[in-house]
């Protein structure tokens, strides 16, 4: 298992940290990338909010020297409550990003969801990590969906996630102001930014230029799409205004293995995904980065997991902390997913850099069980929170 070198590590100490780093590790544009959110960033920080808003309320003089963090998803045992969230052009922020997410979560036996904004073949990431989940944004037309969900099922994939919250591009003023567009566009400015940061531009970009090519976006549709550096080169966001339950509808018929519905915050879209056969949910503000006001995934999650008791509801956007992953267990979640430190772990460290942080969030959890005088996820439940008064 590959490992940080001791002086990054002693840096390293929380998800926060990451950031940090990679905010001197990448370009502008690429870290404006990860880091922002749309319009005023309303929803982004009500998501760290909504967690604040939480306290937790510890037993004391309990035996924890046997607890465990071990929970079932899926009928398949995870040594963690928590997984990769699905990241966008992983492979341009870190070399080999996708394979780099992938290896580090089958190391570390926790879930991992490659996004359809991916720029390395699907086929290459599942070969890498069988246990990993394929998350789609839908492409505009029912043949497009359709083949792409003939590749995705070819390749080997179990588990399939469908985007449901970005019927069109979100507002997001701050990739315009930190230089960032799909494709990247060459300018003077783009090219200063690389420059200045001559371990991204070597370590990452020129090393993939010369072992891989220009890297393009492979994955949104069931053929190879548009290059992610170029001058004129559009890339192909398809219409998805017109979509519907009906197609959701036609992807349940289609697919046969499992199907999560990631983007649900209102509980009656909830319902809706349950009775079209959804074998879970990700309830999700998309991290802030598309409805700008929209509700904090956390304040969403009680109503949604009341709608479907039957199924597992999962959460991602705002999680930075173990005591959030217990907070979000608390209020009914399954299972937790992580986006934006895993991406700045991944520029900062590559698979050594995803593996520490895999490990620094699930020693907080199992510490933070520890300090709540509990021995199993499966003891949390409202009962452990008070309102923080803040």
Not at 94 to 123: F, K, T
Not at 323 to 348: E, H, Y
Request: aromatic share 8%.
């Amino acid at each position: 298992m590959a490992t940080l070198p001791p002086r990054l590590a002693r840096r390293l100490l929380s998800l926060d940290d990451f950031e940090h780093a990679a905010r001197r590790h990448l370009p502008r544009p690429l870290f404006g990338y990860i880091a922002g959110a749309a319009e005023d960033n309303q929803s982004f920080h009500a998501n760290r909010q909504a967690f604040a808003e939480h306290a937790l309320l510890p037993r004391v003089l309990v035996d924890i020297s046997r607890r465990s963090t071990e929970v079932q998803l899926f009928g398949q045992r995870y040594g963690q409550p928590f997984g990769l969230a699905p990241m966008g052009i992983s492979a341009l922020t870190a070399y080999r990003g996708d394979l780099v997410l992938a290896q580090a979560a089958r190391e570390a036996q926790v879930p991992m969801i490659m996004s359809g904004s991916s720029l390395i073949r699907l086929e290459e990431v599942v070969k890498a990590n069988p246990d990993a989940w394929f998350q789609a944004y839908l492409p505009g037309d029912e043949p497009n969906i359709l083949a792409l969900l003939d590749r995705v099922r070819r390749a080997g994939f179990g588990t399939l996630v469908i985007t449901v919250d970005v019927p069109l591009a979100a507002n997001r003023e701050n990739n315009l102001r930190s230089g960032f567009s799909l494709p990247l566009r060459p300018t003077p400015r783009l090219a200063w930014d690389g420059l200045s940061h001559p371990r991204w531009l070597f370590g990452t970009f020129l090393r993939t230029l010369l072992h891989h090519g220009m890297p393009h976006f492979e994955n949104n549709y069931a053929y190879r799409g548009a290059p992610a550096l170029s001058p004129r080169a559009l890339r192909d966001y398809s219409d998805r205004g017109h979509l519907n339950w009906q197609h959701l509808a036609r992807i349940r018929e289609r697919w046969p293995g499992r199907l999560v519905i990631k983007g649900i915050l209102h509980p009656a879209d909830a319902r809706r995904a349950c009775d079209l056969g959804a074998d879970g949910l990700i309830v999700s503000n998309h991290g802030g980065r598309q409805l700008d006001g929209a509700v904090a995934s956390l304040r969403a999650l009680p109503a949604v997991v009341d709608a479907c008791p039957n199924i597992p509801v999962m959460l991602d956007s705002g999680v930075r902390r173990g005591s959030d992953v217990l907070k979000a267990l608390a209020l009914g979640a399954t299972f937790v997913f992580v986006g934006r430190p895993f991406g700045f772990a991944a520029a900062v460290g590559g698979q050594a850099g995803v593996a520490h942080a895999i490990g620094l969030l699930g020693a907080e959890v199992s510490r933070n069980l520890a300090l709540l005088g509990l021995c199993r996820l499966d003891e949390l439940g409202p009962q452990v929170l008070a309102p923080s008064g803040g």
